[in-house]
């Protein structure tokens, strides 16, 4: 069983949807979360960090549940920007710092 | 502010060659880690280094090396090159080893093995 499993997708929503991603981790020694955002062929990128008490940042909201091992990213009012490859992330704690990525989750926003 | 750099972008080897990857990290960084992206996958973790020496390696075999320099600088090695090696590879720096520290991430090199 991989360390961090996403939702495979692809999503192929409007403009102005609302889409949400799923993701669990089977390792309950994970310390932190995040979401990154990668586009085609690029490097991955920060969006947002994951806590209990879940965070908001403008149209995305993140959720982290510890007893489920659960992280939920949601986008609000999509936008063509937002097409992109979303990769759930954790890092363990005593880790040094490494990051476990889950394989992604294809978006793709249309007109 | 220079961000991470990685060179070259892009790179083709044929099977059983050796190849080297560098990395400059995000000015102010001091520790160095390094992912393998295959095509539909996420990155996964190769190895992490601080203070010259590898701190961390994660679950990828002898044929994969890598050095960092006092201007912590980095290179990842891979000798006798598979056709499975063919991935972005990665580079991404930090601010000492805390695992509250966050990671910047390079553009990557594209390798291609024929």
């Known amino acids: 069983r991989k360390e961090v499993e996403q939702d495979p997708g692809p999503f192929n929503v409007p403009e102005g949807a609302t889409v949400a991603f799923n993701c669990t981790y089977s390792?309950?020694?994970?310390?932190?979360f995040f979401w990154y955002r990668q586009d085609c062929r690029k490097e991955p990128k920060l969006l947002m960090s994951?806590?209990?008490s879940g965070n908001e940042d403008g149209r995305f909201t993140a959720q982290l549940n510890r007893a489920s091992q659960y992280i939920s990213l949601l986008i609000r009012d999509s936008k063509l920007s937002d097409s992109a490859t979303y990769l759930c992330?954790?890092?363990?704690?005593?880790?040094?710092?490494?990051?476990?990525f889950g394989a992604g989750t294809r978006l793709a926003v249309h007109p | 502010d220079a961000g991470v750099t990685q060179s070259p972008t892009h790179l083709i080897k044929t099977r059983g060659q050796q190849v080297t990857l560098r990395c400059s990290p995000k000015?102010?960084?001091?520790?160095v880690s390094w992912y393998q992206q295959a095509l539909g996958q996420g990155p996964q973790f190769i190895f992490q280094?601080?203070?010259?020496?590898?701190?961390q390696r994660g679950n990828f075999p002898d044929r994969f090396s890598g050095h960092q320099f006092p201007n912590y600088s980095s290179e990842l090695n891979v000798n006798a090159l598979w056709l499975g090696d063919s991935a972005l590879y990665l580079c991404?720096?930090?601010?000492?080893?805390?695992?509250?520290?966050?990671?910047?991430f390079g553009p990557g090199t594209r390798l291609t093995v024929t």
């Open positions: 991404a720096s930090s601010d000492g080893l805390a695992s509250n520290s966050e990671q910047y």
């Open positions: 390792n309950s020694a994970s310390q932190s």
């Open positions: 994951v806590y209990s």
């Open positions: 992330v954790a890092r363990f704690s005593g880790g040094y710092n490494k990051l476990i």
């Open positions: 000015s102010g960084h001091d520790t």
């Open positions: 280094y601080y203070e010259e020496e590898e701190r």
